[in-house]
């Protein structure tokens, strides 16, 4: 039975002024992701060269494409600073941009299971850049050419999702700096230095498993994805000092 995406995303709509954190924001667009039929979703901003990601991406996946500046090869980034509207990529020849399957960006993700999407470009200006993009179309989800007919209705989802990411963004920046133990600074602070857990460990006399603790709570006080965004997080409110 065909789907009318735009009354479907209308509950969305709906939900999308009404959240005010990221993770709130994140799981209305994991609903959204499900209702277009995908696997995963990614919203990319980039501003002054540096990309923030939030994602349901697994965190390997997080990791590899923020340390390892994907975005300055992605070829999906790329197209999309050039269009306005949604469009398919991946490896096939329906889809609007192919994937070369010889580039970095193509070999780093394949390993992920990343070969086809949607992605909703958002213009912002100022050479700034965000988008909407939608990984893994799956088999039960609406047809191409139904997602195609309501390219005006994902792409308004977009911009709406766009706009509470940023201003969530700007409340966090803007917050009282999320409180932080002792412990949590120090493995922190070491993690900055380019120690390793086991080396930290060592440092501080507890055990790796111990860091780790300590690492990933503190990542989730700091509302970061990855321990290397917490650490910056963590610089940034002055939670650790310069290293």
């Known amino acids: 039975m065909s789907l009318n995406i735009p009354s479907a995303l209308e509950d969305i709509w709906d939900m999308i002024p009404l959240e005010n ?5 994140r799981r ?12 995963w979703f990614a919203y990319l901003r980039i501003t002054g ?7 349901s991406y697994p965190e390997p996946l997080v990791k590899l494409y923020v340390d390892g500046k994907l975005s300055d090869v992605d070829p999906i980034v790329q197209h999309a ?3 306005r509207m ?14 070369n399957p010889g580039d970095r960006f193509t070999q780093e993700v394949a390993r992920y299971g990343i070969q086809n999407g949607l992605a909703v470009p958002v213009y912002v200006g100022n ?9 893994g179309k ?3 989800g609406p047809t191409r050419f139904e997602i195609q007919t309501a390219f005006a209705a994902i792409h308004l989802t977009a911009v709406q999702l766009h706009a509470r990411f940023a201003m969530s963004r700007s409340r966090q920046s803007s917050a009282v700096a999320p409180p932080l133990t002792l412990r949590q600074r120090q493995c922190l602070t070491w993690s900055a230095r380019g120690k390793t857990m086991s080396e930290t460990g060592t440092i501080l006399g507890i055990s790796e498993r111990t860091v780790l603790y300590h690492l990933q709570d503190a990542r989730l006080r700091l509302g970061a994805q990855t321990i290397t ?8 409110f002055n939670q650790i000092s310069d290293v």
Do not use: C, H
Not at 21 to 25: K, N, P
Not at 49 to 55: K, N, V
Not at 229 to 236: G, H, K, L, N, S
């Open 21 to 25: 954190t990221v993770e709130d924001l």
């Open 28 to 39: 209305v667009a994991v609903q959204l992701t499900r209702t277009l039929g995908f696997g």
């Open 49 to 55: 060269g540096d990309p923030q990601l939030i994602s």
């Open 81 to 83: 600073r050039n269009v």
């Open 86 to 99: 949604p469009f398919f990529w991946g490896n096939s020849e329906e889809a609007t941009l192919r994937l």
């Open 127 to 135: 050479s700034k850049f965000a988008a909407v993009i939608f990984v």
């Open 138 to 140: 799956t088999t039960d």
């Open 229 to 236: 965004q917490a650490v910056v997080e963590a610089m940034r």
